[in-house]
């Protein structure tokens, strides 16, 4: 069947705006002519907004993993402790990637249902009096459990150690869907993509950077060529980059940057808000589990959703996908199988998220999982109560 539009219904990639497929439907310029610095300017500026920055912010033609290594190798030094927290499957590749780069991680383990717990992170950080914790390493939103963690709280926790270490977020999945704040939050890194909440292919990925960041960076002892922060620096002052830059994903970005201003970010918080909502009364009326466990936790961007013992989440997200052309996310590492995870982020309304839930609501039928049905109903009526309040508020 592949009449009608795909749905991706993944946690990014996300989908692409028609408005953003446009704007990157034009010739590629010469990255070195006189055309491309205002490109790259409004990039380079329009990216310090959205993430509520005044300091440096740097792109990248990489995927977010890029920027990941990006955060490490630019401020630490071989052998130098950072601590991380196992929110979910991306923290451990953070922590794996960072083992990789000859750092030694010091991992707090978690059981994936719930954010960071910033008084563990104190705990750890106060034991520390040496300070030979580098970094305290954070994902925003755990994109394998759909978990936030309460990064201002983080900061306070550091805080409220003493501790100097450096403090890193990952906002590969939030930025642009969930509120973040880089400077009012005390981050000195702050990693982050194009795919999810920023409506984009994949292909760019970003690190900004606080002074504190800049200023370790002058002694750290990573090797780094490709990204150093130092050959970025000078050529952005202008629009330009050392290398070709991702010329049309830039495009891209620009429009992107215009789409978030033009609703408000305000709005486009509380736009997935209400939607994470309504999906959540949704999986509650089928009778089925979220897996993040704390409320307060809960993400705005996807839902990631328990299987009822004895079947399989991927068979049913084979069957959905065969029978109504939708993808869903599956279970990563720890929970394969187990768990499935459906994205409500990026450019998404509430028709995008009913005929999703309909997708879902059909497929577990389908699939033979026990569920209780008015699912879909559920979250019309979590819609229409919060719809007239946002509007009427807007
Ligand atoms: C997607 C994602 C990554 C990995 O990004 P890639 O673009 O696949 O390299 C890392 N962290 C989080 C939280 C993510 O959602």
């Excluded at 910033?118 to 759909?146: M, P, Q, Y």
């Excluded at 409506?199 to 370790?216: T, V, Y």
């Excluded at 201003?261 to 009326?285: C, D, I, Q, S, Y």
């Amino acid at each position: 069947m592949t009449a009608g539009r795909h749905f991706l219904q993944i946690p990014g990639p996300s989908n692409v705006p028609d408005r953003i497929l446009r704007a990157m439907d034009y010739p590629t310029m010469d990255h070195r002519g006189p055309a491309f610095a205002k490109v790259g300017q409004k990039a380079l500026e329009g990216m310090k907004a959205i993430f509520r920055t005044e300091s440096q912010v740097v792109i990248y033609p990489s995927s977010g993993t890029g920027a990941w290594e990006a955060a490490l190798v630019n401020t630490l030094s071989p052998g130098d402790k950072v601590l991380m927290y196992e929110t979910g499957h991306f923290a451990m590749l953070w922590q794996k990637l960072a083992e990789k780069l000859g750092l030694v991680p010091v991992f707090i383990e978690g059981n994936w249902r719930s954010g960071a717990d910033a008084a563990a992170i104190e705990e750890r950080l106060r034991a520390d009096g040496t300070h030979e914790i580098k970094a305290v390493c954070v994902v925003h939103n755990e994109t394998s459990t759909g978990a936030v963690t309460d990064i201002a709280a983080v900061r306070r926790a550091i805080d409220a150690a003493n501790h100097p270490a450096l403090f890193m977020a990952d906002t590969i999945s939030s930025l642009g869907s969930v509120d973040y704040q880089h400077d009012e939050w005390g981050v000195d890194v702050t990693v982050s993509g194009s795919q999810k909440g920023l409506m984009l292919p994949p292909g760019l990925s970003f690190n900004a950077i606080s002074a504190k960041a800049i200023k370790a960076s002058e002694q750290a002892g990573l090797k780094r060529s490709y990204w150093s922060w130092d050959e970025m620096a000078g050529p952005n002052q202008t629009g330009y980059f050392p290398y070709t830059p991702a010329t049309n994903l830039l495009y891209g970005l620009n429009e992107a940057i215009d789409m978030l201003h033009e609703e408000g970010l305000e709005n486009v918080f509380a736009r997935h808000k209400r939607h994470a909502n309504a999906a959540r009364a949704a999986v509650t009326a089928w009778g089925l589990e979220v897996l993040c466990e704390k409320p307060a936790d809960r993400s705005p961007v996807l839902t990631a959703v328990l299987m009822p013992d004895g079947h399989s989440a991927d068979n049913f997200r084979a069957v959905t996908l065969r029978n109504y052309d939708m993808s869903l996310g599956n279970g990563l590492s720890k929970v394969a199988d187990r768990v499935f995870r459906i994205g409500h982020l990026g450019d998404f309304n509430d028709l995008m998220l009913i005929g999703t839930l309909s997708g879902v609501e059909m497929g577990l039928r389908d699939a033979g999982v026990p569920y209780k049905a008015g699912g879909v109903q559920a979250a019309m009526d979590a819609l229409g109560k919060t719809g007239e309040g946002a509007r009427a508020a807007a």
